[in-house]
């Protein structure tokens, strides 16, 4: 559908050249070491056939001696010598596949995940951005020195243009990567001081497009709570207004729902996750974009039940439809870097012309 053949098949005879490339590259080595074995094997066979002559000159042994001797010495060597290029090989083959293991061990190839040791129960959901400066790679700063502080039972809602760091805030919130400079506290500890039940047992990423299990919807709620009683499960599919909807299908909760939830649409999906978070309860709810696929009646009755949760939960919603975001305690704008002004909507509609303008996007749209 895109296309794309040509760009495909241009990569795979890139991918085919390098491979042979390779290829030759080992067979340059092979034959490197099959010429220094024959030589050593000439060289050896000379250096016997020396030796006979001289013992068959000093009446050592005899002829017939010797040239069973020959014949049965060279056929020994000629086996040491595949045994030894065999073994040089085998050697090889060997160098690679640790120099593989090592890189991943050595974190060379993906870095691996630290955490601290201190545990954290239950948290309140505090928490706090301290000078944070983060950028993927190091040329370039994608959050530049960025300050915020979010209190416990907060509904908080980001906004900016795309690719201006507010995903990225999330992921740093749950330490998928870590700062170059700063702090980032939870309950004013240090998030690299946590360990990891305390970091991620305590918050949901309700995503674009959240992952849903080849499993039956019950079972893709229980993975997160093993102990889920049937009252819990159709009280989160209630709040997530996905009720109606299974309650329509044949085996109901016991559907199966495919391969990454293949028999549901995108807006079922995200219910199914926003489901799953409710099932979860924990502290704090992080939606990106979660309610893009949405419907605008289910939109709005998902914004309903995001505010009841309001003061229970600390929830910060990225939306690119701001009437997701209205209704929030604080909302946040993300420009170049940083938080360049936050306040609520009635507030930010009247001073910041960046929100103006967002706003009025959207009503054109
Ligand atoms: P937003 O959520 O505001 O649209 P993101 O936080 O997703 O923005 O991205 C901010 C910037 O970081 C963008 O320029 C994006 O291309 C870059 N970026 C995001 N994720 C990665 C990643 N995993 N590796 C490298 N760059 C990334």
Same mark, same amino acid.
């Given at each position: 559908?895109?296309?794309?053949?040509?760009?495909?098949?241009?990569?795979?005879?890139?991918?085919?050249?390098?491979?042979?490339?390779?290829?030759?590259?080992?067979?340059?080595?092979?034959?490197?070491?099959?010429?220094?074995?024959?030589?050593?094997?000439?060289?050896?066979?000379?250096?016997?056939?020396?030796?006979?002559?001289?013992?068959?000159?000093?009446?050592?042994?005899?002829?017939?001696?010797?040239?069973?001797?020959?014949?049965?010495?060279?056929?020994?060597?000629?086996?040491? %010598?595949?045994? &030894?290029? *065999?073994?040089?090989? /085998?050697?090889? @083959?060997? =160098? #690679?596949?640790?120099?593989?293991?090592? +890189? $991943?061990?050595?974190?060379?190839?993906?870095?691996?995940?630290?955490?601290?040791?201190?545990?954290?129960?239950?948290?309140?959901?505090?928490?706090?951005?301290?000078?944070?400066?983060?950028?993927?790679?190091?040329?370039?700063?994608?959050?530049?020195?960025?300050?915020?502080?979010?209190?416990?039972?907060?509904?908080?809602?980001?906004?900016?243009?795309?690719?201006?760091?507010?995903?990225?805030?999330?992921?740093?919130?749950?330490? %998928?990567?870590? &700062?170059? *400079?700063?702090?980032? /506290?939870?309950? @004013?500890? =240090? #998030?690299?001081?946590?360990?990891?039940? +305390? $970091?991620?047992?305590?918050?949901?990423?309700?995503?674009?497009?959240?992952?849903?299990?080849?499993?039956?919807?019950?079972?893709?709620?229980?993975?997160?709570?093993?102990?889920?009683?049937?009252?819990?499960?159709?009280?989160?599919?209630?709040?997530?207004?996905?009720?109606?909807?299974?309650?329509?299908?044949?085996?109901?909760?016991?559907?199966?729902?495919?391969?990454?939830?293949?028999?549901?649409?995108?807006?079922?999906?995200?219910?199914?996750? &926003?489901?799953?978070?409710?099932?979860?309860?924990?502290?704090?709810?992080?939606?990106?974009?979660?309610?893009? +696929?949405?419907?605008?009646?289910?939109?709005?009755?998902?914004?309903?039940?995001?505010?009841?949760?309001?003061?229970?939960?600390?929830?910060?919603?990225?939306?690119?439809?701001?009437?997701?975001?209205?209704?929030?305690?604080?909302?946040?704008?993300?420009?170049?870097?940083?938080?360049?002004?936050?306040?609520?909507?009635?507030?930010?509609?009247?001073?910041?012309?960046?929100?103006?303008?967002?706003?009025?996007?959207?009503?054109?749209?």
């Amino acid at each position: 559908m895109l296309n794309a053949q040509n760009s495909f098949m241009i990569k795979l005879e890139e991918n085919i050249t390098e491979q042979n490339e390779k290829r030759f590259e080992m067979g340059k080595i092979n034959r490197t070491y099959i010429y220094i074995i024959d030589t050593l094997k000439a060289l050896f066979e000379l250096g016997l056939i020396i030796l006979l002559i001289y013992l068959i000159k000093n009446n050592v042994i005899t002829v017939a001696i010797a040239v069973a001797l020959f014949n049965y010495k060279s056929g020994i060597m000629t086996l040491v %010598m595949q045994h &030894i290029s *065999s073994y040089l090989e /085998l050697a090889k @083959n060997f =160098n #690679i596949s640790c120099d593989r293991v090592f +890189s $991943i061990l050595d974190n060379k190839d993906f870095a691996k995940e630290k955490f601290g040791n201190e545990h954290l129960e239950d948290i309140n959901g505090n928490f706090e951005f301290k000078n944070v400066t983060f950028g993927y790679n190091e040329n370039k700063k994608v959050l530049d020195n960025i300050n915020f502080k979010i209190h416990s039972g907060e509904l908080v809602g980001f906004v900016g243009k795309s690719g201006v760091g507010k995903t990225t805030i999330f992921n740093l919130l749950c330490k %998928m990567y870590s &700062i170059q *400079s700063g702090e980032i /506290l939870i309950e @004013n500890i =240090n #998030i690299n001081e946590l360990d990891e039940d +305390s $970091i991620r047992g305590n918050m949901t990423i309700i995503s674009q497009n959240p992952y849903i299990f080849n499993l039956s919807i019950r079972d893709n709620l229980k993975l997160v709570k093993e102990d889920l009683t049937d009252e819990e499960m159709y009280n989160a599919c209630k709040i997530a207004c996905l009720d109606k909807f299974i309650e329509g299908l044949p085996n109901k909760y016991d559907t199966i729902v495919g391969e990454a939830g293949v028999i549901l649409s995108g807006g079922q999906k995200q219910r199914l996750a &926003i489901a799953r978070a409710f099932v979860q309860k924990t502290k704090i709810i992080l939606f990106d974009e979660a309610t893009s +696929s949405l419907d605008n009646e289910t939109q709005s009755e998902i914004q309903k039940a995001i505010s009841n949760l309001k003061n229970e939960y600390t929830i910060l919603i990225i939306a690119h439809r701001l009437s997701t975001i209205v209704n929030c305690n604080k909302i946040m704008i993300v420009e170049e870097g940083k938080i360049s002004d936050s306040g609520t909507h009635e507030e930010l509609i009247n001073r910041n012309c960046t929100y103006q303008v967002l706003c009025q996007t959207e009503m054109m749209k």
